[in-house]
């Protein structure tokens, strides 16, 4: 087991900085863990003898589960440890919800930082990108989690914890603006700093993600974002069979369960294909504008250089990477 | 209502202009605080970016795709084709040099149109844009013909600035992809030409409060 480590460890340049203090938590955690699933599993075999043969788990996704419960934090993977890891929870999800997902464990595109920037003299107010959100990334339906905010805004107001974020009428309101606010992808995330479990992270290309198996639940990232952008699942999440976004991503819109944090991904699973988040994709009006900031011919670059652009509370220093603007 | 829809503009536009003031402002104070940190990443980048091979060129858009005539900063890009989505076209079908006079003329003719565009001391009329000699095409106020395929023209004739940030990325919106061959909404598949102020409607959802 050693050996194998040390081998990873070199194949896993980029996550170098962190690595020794990584690793001991990892064992810590790790050592835990060991006598709780020894527990989890006596447990579940009581219950079964008492229950019959037809509760009991297959052999099959027996294996699967155990492999699954002793992985590693997704930063200390080897890309072929993600790759089985993400085969493994597709036929988990298989055998357990009989659902046909396609999980992808792909890597950052090199040269691009992602960059989002919203028009609040062009949003409506409509909500399409709210509805979207919750559609592609597999959101609880139960408890209406999203990722979105969309607030209603008095003139001359400017942070949207003024504004009105759960309004239900005919829009837009004269007189009135409108204003989302979602994860911003700080570049100087004090979320990150927050977790004690290293369950969360930046990504090269500028995403902050969140590896749900490493998560513990403390909220101490909730507590630390200024922006609102976390939330936390109070009960496993319930989405519809037949309502299921297939197309997952291992950091993305994958099913979490209780107990475990989530945020806006800028939806990974779509960007690093190439394609828009879905909320980009919904807005019929054109507010949210969003690209590579390190390709100078992008559409976020124009924005940010041709419009007056801000940011929410940067004297903070969190450096976000959303902007508002106005025409 | 046609004075109504204005007021609403106005207004709106009234408010925009005392947060582009505060905005100016507090932009200093950002350009002043706000240096190193992505902002300066993203300055540093000036190197061109190929993201032409990230997304399968075989990949069709569900629509058809007419190449605009204007470059962006990155080139060439494309816009939808509007003439296969017009439910009325071709309209030389009816409109043929000679009078429509099909018994079913007042059905069919246009009623369901009505024009809440321009000012109100000079709304504008249906050949401001259209062209009458050969209804198919629309024509810019020096006569040039333009094909609805190409709307963008006609529009920006009048409304420079949107069409400049429209080229650019700032209005309007790139479809599926933010990589690869850049595709945009043209003008008209947002706008009603005839009414283009977006009409009120309920959001698709509501939001609880945050716990």
Redesign the interface.
């Known amino acids: 087991m050693d050996i194998r480590k040390n081998n990873e460890n070199k194949n896993q340049k980029e996550s170098s900085p962190n690595q020794t203090t990584d690793k001991k938590k990892k064992f810590g955690r790790r050592d835990f863990l060991k006598g709780a699933a020894k527990a989890a599993a006596l447990g579940s075999v009581a219950m079964a003898s008492g229950c019959g043969t037809a509760l009991l788990p297959s052999k099959e996704e027996r294996e699967l589960r155990w492999k699954e419960y002793f992985k590693k934090n997704y930063r200390l993977m080897t890309v072929s440890e993600k790759e089985e890891t993400v085969r493994r929870l597709e036929r988990l999800a298989k055998i357990k919800k009989d659902v046909s997902i396609q999980m992808s464990s792909k890597a950052a595109?090199p040269?691009?930082?992602y960059?989002y920037a919203f028009?609040?003299?062009?949003c409506?107010?409509?909500?399409?990108c709210?509805?979207a959100c919750?559609k592609e990334n597999n959101l609880d339906r139960k408890?209406?989690t999203?990722y979105i905010?969309?607030f209603e805004m008095e003139?001359?107001e400017?942070a949207p914890a003024a504004g009105n974020?759960?309004?239900?009428?005919?829009?837009?309101v004269?007189?009135h603006?409108y204003m989302g606010a979602q994860c911003f992808h700080c570049?100087?995330p004090p979320c990150v700093k927050a977790c004690p479990t290293k369950a969360t992270w930046k990504e090269p290309d500028?995403i902050v993600v969140v590896d749900y198996n490493w998560c513990i639940g403390c909220r101490y990232c909730m507590a630390a974002c200024p922006y609102?952008g976390r939330r936390?699942n109070w009960h496993d999440p319930e989405v519809p069979a037949k309502e299921m976004t297939k197309k997952q991503h291992y950091l993305g819109n994958r099913m979490r369960a209780r107990g475990q944090m989530e945020k806006c991904t800028f939806c990974v699973q779509r960007?690093r294909?190439?394609?828009?988040p879905a909320c980009?994709?919904a807005?019929?009006?054109?507010a949210?504008?969003?690209?590579?900031?390190?390709?100078?011919?992008?559409?976020?670059?124009?924005?940010?250089k041709?419009?007056?652009?801000?940011?929410l509370k940067?004297?903070l220093?969190t450096?976000p990477?959303f902007w508002y603007?106005?025409? | 209502m046609i004075r109504d829809v204005m007021n609403i503009s106005r207004c709106k536009k009234n408010i925009f202009r005392i947060f582009a003031a505060l905005f100016f402002i507090l932009a200093g104070k950002t350009a002043y605080c706000g240096s190193g940190g992505v902002i300066e990443t993203y300055k540093n980048a000036t190197a061109p970016f190929d993201d032409e091979k990230l997304v399968d060129p075989m990949l069709s858009f569900s629509d058809h795709l007419v190449l605009v005539n204007i470059k962006y900063q990155g080139g060439k890009f494309w816009t939808r084709t509007r003439k296969d989505k017009i439910e009325r076209f071709k309209c030389s079908k009816c409109h043929n040099n000679q009078d429509v006079n099909r018994p079913e003329a007042a059905k069919i003719a246009h009623g369901d149109i009505r024009l809440v565009h321009g000012g109100q001391e000079k709304p504008l009329q249906c050949f401001t844009c259209h062209n009458k000699d050969d209804r198919d095409f629309l024509v810019t106020e020096k006569g040039v013909i333009i094909d609805m395929d190409h709307s963008y023209k006609l529009c920006g004739q009048c409304h420079f600035r949107q069409k400049k940030d429209w080229v650019g990325g700032a209005h309007g919106k790139r479809v599926s992809y933010w990589a690869g061959k850049r595709v945009v909404r043209n003008c008209t598949s947002c706008h009603n030409p005839h009414s283009p102020r977006f009409k009120k409607r309920w959001p698709a959802t509501y939001s609880h409060p945050l716990d």
């Open positions: 595109i040269g691009v930082l960059g028009n609040v003299t062009r409506e107010g409509f909500m399409e709210v509805a919750v408890s209406k999203q905010r969309i003139p001359g400017m974020g759960k309004y239900f009428h005919e829009v837009p004269e007189g603006f570049e100087n500028g609102y936390f960007t294909e190439g394609r828009l980009v994709e807005c019929p009006t054109g949210r504008v969003f690209g590579n900031l390190l390709d100078p011919k992008s559409e976020i670059r124009f924005v940010l041709n419009k007056k652009v801000f940011r940067e004297e220093t450096d990477k603007f106005i025409d």
